[in-house]
């Protein structure tokens, strides 16, 4: 079984900056693609950000230019720092992995979720 574990977010005002991080841990083999998706209230979870095993990054064309999505192999672990934000960007954040376990089946594990709140 693998767990992410989510860290960051909160409250900040509009054009401020947040650092979200999520922290994959359990019986992994490796870590394809590690994402980060949100839901504000109302509305459909959308695809913010993703990042492949070799770097390879894909963004919303809402955050292009805004969000950066990285991750550090060795330690199973994904960042969004998000920059210039903006009301509309209020909503809850998850992470998600994609891969393989140690004892064969793929997993596809989501975080726990946290707030973003961008006051205007």
């Known amino acids: 079984q693998v767990q992410l574990v989510q860290s960051g977010g909160g409250l900040v005002q509009a054009g401020g900056s947040l650092r979200l991080s999520c922290a994959a841990s359990?019986?992994?083999?490796?870590?394809?693609?590690m994402g980060w998706y949100r839901q504000a209230p109302g509305k459909q979870r959308e695809l913010v950000a993703a990042?492949?095993?070799?770097?390879?990054?894909n963004y919303a064309d809402s955050v292009k230019g805004r969000f950066t999505i990285s991750r550090d192999n060795a330690k199973y672990t994904v960042y969004l720092r998000m920059n210039s934000l903006k009301p509309e960007d209020t909503a809850v954040y998850y992470c998600?992995?994609?891969?393989?376990?140690?004892?064969?089946?793929?997993?596809?594990?989501w975080g726990q979720g946290t707030q973003v709140t961008v006051s205007s």
């Open positions: 998600n992995a994609e891969g393989d376990s140690d004892y064969g089946p793929s997993f596809g594990s």
């Open positions: 990042i492949t095993s070799g770097g390879s990054t």
């Open positions: 359990g019986s992994i083999f490796s870590i394809n693609a």
